[in-house]
């Protein structure tokens, strides 16, 4: 049952930031692949807006005299998880949503966000957001996305199972994620966190199961809590499909793609509006 009285999922998600890791959370890598391609791709003194309050992505290293503004909704992840002051550029955070920005039309050069199509519905906050991006970016803005991509073919329980219990899966994050994908539906039904749950709560009741969860941390495997009784959904486009939903506002430059754990699910891409 949805407890009223417990933070919403995203003031949870703040609480439980530090526990969080890969690949929910950029990595290294990702820090150096959108380096080099805003090396390459963006002029000094750009305007940047940051979608949510990712630490990695707010201290990448931007160009000389890049200003940044984030936009979040939620006050328990700016209070919490946003660096501010200890920014080495001039950055500034405001609470809204993203899709009724506060922006004027093209006042940005740059967007960028990490794993931020997730909480969407999609198809209607995927368009909508697609359309108030391109009307806040300049005519041939960049768009920096890391983006969570389910597999074009389900994989079954069995071989998570079986990973699992030979430690072949890195994190509690990458089995979250796995579960995630494996529940998910089409991508306008995308998967109920409160089922991620049952069967995460269905598969730690094995014993077997229980005996590996003891290699990760207590606090990492705790944050699954959040989705107990969560009705909210989250959805992860296949990389064709999210391409699709991005093709009326943006046309691709680059994608790379990581080589970490569940590196393939989470695809860095570059576009421009068109
Ligand atoms: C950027 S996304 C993904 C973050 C991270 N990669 C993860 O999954 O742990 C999460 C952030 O998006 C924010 N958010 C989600 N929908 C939003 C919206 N429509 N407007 C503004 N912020 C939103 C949440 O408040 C949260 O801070």
């Given at each position: 049952m949805?407890?009223?009285?417990?933070?919403?999922?995203?003031?949870?998600?703040?609480?439980?930031?530090?526990?969080?890791?890969?690949?929910?959370?950029?990595?290294?890598?990702?820090?150096?692949?959108?380096?080099?391609?805003?090396?390459?791709?963006?002029?000094?003194?750009?305007?940047?807006?940051?979608?949510?309050?990712?630490p990695?992505?707010?201290?990448?290293?931007?160009?000389?005299?890049?200003?940044?503004l984030?936009?979040?909704?939620?006050?328990?992840?700016?209070?919490?998880?946003?660096?501010?002051?200890?920014l080495?550029?001039?950055?500034?955070?405001?609470?809204?949503?993203?899709?009724?920005?506060?922006?004027?039309?093209?006042?940005?050069?740059?967007?960028?966000?990490?794993?931020?199509?997730?909480?969407?519905?999609?198809?209607?906050?995927?368009?909508?957001?697609?359309?108030?991006?391109?009307?806040?970016?300049?005519?041939?803005?960049?768009?920096?996305?890391?983006?969570?991509?389910?597999?074009?073919?389900?994989?079954?329980?069995?071989?998570?199972?079986?990973?699992?219990?030979?430690?072949?899966?890195?994190?509690?994050?990458?089995?979250?994620?796995?579960?995630?994908?494996?529940?998910h539906?089409?991508?306008?039904?995308?998967?109920?966190?409160?089922?991620?749950?049952?069967?995460?709560?269905?598969?730690?009741?094995?014993?077997?199961?229980?005996?590996?969860?003891?290699q990760?941390?207590?606090?990492?495997?705790?944050?699954?809590?959040?989705?107990?009784?969560?009705?909210?959904?989250?959805?992860?486009?296949?990389?064709?499909?999210?391409?699709a939903?991005?093709?009326?506002?943006?046309?691709?430059?680059?994608?790379?793609?990581?080589?970490?754990?569940?590196?393939?699910?989470c695809?860095?891409?570059?576009?421009?509006?068109?």
């Amino acid at each position: 049952m949805h407890d009223e009285t417990r933070p919403s999922h995203w003031e949870q998600h703040a609480l439980n930031w530090r526990h969080v890791g890969l690949p929910l959370r950029p990595a290294g890598q990702d820090v150096r692949i959108m380096e080099s391609l805003l090396a390459v791709h963006l002029d000094q003194a750009a305007r940047v807006l940051l979608l949510g309050v990712t630490p990695e992505l707010a201290r990448l290293r931007w160009p000389d005299r890049t200003h940044l503004l984030a936009v979040d909704r939620s006050a328990g992840m700016i209070q919490r998880v946003w660096p501010g002051d200890a920014l080495a550029l001039d950055a500034q955070v405001i609470r809204g949503d993203w899709n009724a920005l506060p922006l004027s039309d093209g006042c940005r050069d740059a967007v960028i966000g990490d794993g931020f199509y997730t909480p969407l519905a999609y198809p209607s906050d995927y368009h909508r957001l697609g359309r108030e991006l391109a009307r806040v970016l300049r005519p041939g803005g960049l768009y920096l996305i890391r983006a969570f991509v389910r597999p074009d073919a389900a994989e079954s329980l069995e071989v998570i199972e079986a990973d699992l219990l030979a430690g072949r899966i890195g994190t509690v994050h990458a089995l979250k994620w796995r579960l995630a994908m494996l529940l998910h539906d089409d991508l306008a039904t995308g998967v109920r966190l409160d089922t991620v749950w049952r069967l995460w709560d269905a598969l730690r009741a094995q014993p077997a199961v229980a005996d590996r969860l003891r290699q990760w941390p207590a606090e990492e495997v705790a944050t699954l809590e959040a989705y107990r009784g969560e009705p909210g959904r989250y959805t992860f486009p296949t990389l064709t499909e999210l391409r699709a939903a991005l093709a009326p506002d943006f046309t691709e430059l680059d994608c790379r793609v990581p080589d970490y754990e569940l590196g393939d699910r989470c695809p860095i891409l570059l576009l421009k509006t068109r």
